[in-house]
């Protein structure tokens, strides 16, 4: 009895060791495979050395004209109040950093770390949002504030956790939020809030989930549908809990204006249109640059002028705008001022060929100096001095 | 013969209310004359600032040798024989064309008189199949997924109050059948199956405020969608690098990588969700993962023979028998790449 117990033993380990050498041997690990060495995985590991933005002394010369912050991947970015300065946060550690174009520094602001931060929006302060989802995908966002920063050098951000299951969000400065709270039975309840995610109002409701939220220094509320290729997506403003209508169109994407009910949007199906329209009556023009609306940024003043990130090979075939939402396809972007009033497009800046963006999130300085913009392609920082 | 050419006119005297299909409404209740002189729309529920094609039908009359006079808002716009339709501009919500059409035959003369005040109802949807955090995009509907929809009515009467939608009833048809469950007064919303596999659901809203003189209609086509199979890499500081889709053959600057597969509108409240079943192949040979991360592998080459790995997946549900979606991807490890994490994709 003895003996055949430890004969059964015997087979179960045998098949156990065979089972996990396949698995070994398919993952690369094992002798067999052409492909393979019995290192072991990296699953639960960390690197040995955490790729950070490089730290840049002020040099007292201004940065060139087109400026790569940093290469490493970030969450988001937001400029300083009535200045040129951008604050940006890193995704592998959720650090809030300082860059200063009129002297090309770069600069550590907070040093509490947030691991895997996909989204970060800012207020004009430095107030940071910074998003990110646990394994089993839900979303926590954490509302940050950057306390008196000394010359010892970063400090702790302080702040506190919103609601989990935000599922969209828009910063109005300084530090009033908009979002959506994904609710138990389905859909969504919008609500205003502080920075604290205290004094809640409810402004919105619905059943569906799937909307991109916008509180406009002007006060002024959007809600749009997040958009697919060829499928009709429709825009409100929001007044008094009142959806109004505001465009609607295949692919919609929208960009509303603050101080004026001027828009732009984009429609894409089976290829990208871009729209322009000087107020909500009146009849929309459509450009001869076609991208879309999410590439564009209004410039500030009374002018109705946006600058828009154009493909410089124009993506024809249908589903691009989802593939690029999916990461599966990136272009490579020229800048272009558009005047919405002449319904007209002109040439800004066109990178040289050894210099390539997917722009994605544009901001603008308050004085209409400086663009700044995600590279989709690898969440790469940049900005852009929009006088030669 | 003019009493009975009195009596007709009196008969086809007809007032079509509302944005609905004008129809001629006697003032006596004599049988079969409402069909004696009428006016049809085109479409059927005129949008603001649009064209609506207005035709005059009788079964009384030959309107192909009468003459016809039409009047919009109390202005001649058309006159002749056998006018028997008009384009008209619609005004914007809650705006009212008054439309009257005389005809003078050999059998007498008769009017039709009709109003248009045009609404609009945006048919809203999503599905609730999976998509990852943070995609701007919409998720669409495969086999197995649920649709939600909302009828945002915009019933404006021409006293300018927008009727609200506990004012109005839903009929919501899907695939020609009737939805009596979900329809109703102040339904504008609805959650549905989405389309079979293949197939293609056709959904209708009709809408009418509760005294039934505003209404309109929309019609939704929502097709199947297959889901996506994307590989990402799943970065140990990173996190999943959402923006970087692997292609179809990918070279990567270092020898080891952890990958995560995201099934784009599966049927699924997450990637990992217990009912999907991911089957791994590299370079032919099965790999069994770990349960709780059934959609993420490791390949390490740090000491292999060979510098491509061949990953095939496939995707099937444990009870949604219609799930099936399959990538493969062709990926070139940099052997000579020192450490398991030195070669960083993000430093060029």
Known sequence: MVLGGLLGWYVFVRSQVRTTQANDSARGFGTAASFGSPAGSTYTNSAGSVPSTDIQSASGNPAPRLWKVTATPVAGAGFAASSTQLYFAERSSGNVLLADPSVS????????????????????????????????????????????????????????????????????????????????????????????????????????????????????????QQPSDGIMGYAFTLKGGALQSLVSAPGLSILPRTGSTALIYSSSAGGVNLFGQTSASTTPVRFTVRTLAEKCVWAPGKDLVAYCAVPQVLPTR?????????????????????????????????PDSGTSFDVERPAIDGNGSYIAFMNAADKSLWMLRITP | MKRLALAVVVIV??????????????????????????????????????TVRLTLQSSLYDLGSSSVTWTVNG?????????????????????????????????????????????????????????????????????????????LTHFVRPDGGEIPANQIVFTWTRDSEVLGNLSGRGKSSITVDGPTLFGTETIVVEAASVDGSIAGQA?????????????????????????????VTTFVPKNEMSFIAIPYFASAVSSGDTGLQYEWQVNQSSVTTNAAYSNEITVNAASSTGLMALINLSLTHVSNYFLSAAGSWSVTFNKSSAGSSGGDVFHQ
């Not at chain 1, 249908?318 to 396809?329: F, I, Q, S």
């Not at chain 1, 990136?330 to 558009?338: L, Q």
């Not at chain 2, 002189?37 to 949008?47: C, G, H, K, N, R």
């Not at chain 2, 949807?125 to 955090?133: A, H, L, M, N, T």
């Open chain 2, 219 to 247: 019609l939704l086509r929502i097709p199947d969608t297959e889901p996506r199979l994307m590989l990402y890499e799943d970065h140990p500081l990173f996190g999943v690098l959402y923006h970087q889709a692997l292609g």
């Open chain 1, 105 to 224: 520094s770069v600069t550590r602001l907070t040093n509490t770390l947030f691991p895997k931060v996909y989204d970060a929006l800012f207020a004009s302060d430095g107030s940071v949002l910074l998003r990110s989802a646990t394994d089993a995908g839900i979303v926590t966002t954490y509302a940050g504030t950057i306390s008196t920063t000394t010359a010892e050098g970063p400090v702790p951000l302080a702040g506190t956790y919103l609601p989990q299951h935000i599922k969209a969000v828009s910063v109005r400065s300084p530090q009033q939020l908009f979002f959506l709270v994904a609710t138990p039975t389905g859909g969504t309840a919008g609500v205003t809030a502080n920075w604290k995610g205290a004094s809640q109002k409810p402004v919105f409701a619905s059943t569906l989930q799937q909307w991109r939220v916008w509180w406009l220094s002007d006060g002024r509320m959007y809600v749009a």
């Open chain 1, 318 to 350: 249908a589903g691009y705008m989802e593939e690029w939402y999916r990461g599966a396809t990136h272009t490579s972007d020229a800048w272009w001022k558009v005047d919405v009033s002449a319904g007209t497009a002109q040439s800004l800046f066109t």
């Open chain 2, 13 to 50: 005297c007809a007032v079509a209310p509302a944005y609905l299909p004008a129809q001629a409404r006697a003032q006596f209740s004599i049988p079969g004359a409402e069909s004696v002189l009428s006016i049809s729309f085109s479409p059927q529920y005129p949008a603001p600032q649009s």
């Open chain 2, 75 to 151: 202005q001649e716009v058309a006159q002749g024989d056998a006018v028997t339709f008009i384009d008209v501009k619609t005004g914007s919500l809650g705006s009212k064309t008054e439309v009257q059409a005389d005809i003078t035959s050999a059998g007498g003369t008769a009017f039709a008189t009709a109003t248009v005040v045009p609404t609009s109802i945006d048919l809203l949807w999503e599905s609730d199949s999976y998509v990852p955090p943070f995609y701007n995009g919409r998720a669409l509907p495969s086999a197995g997924s649920r649709v939600h929809l909302v009828a």
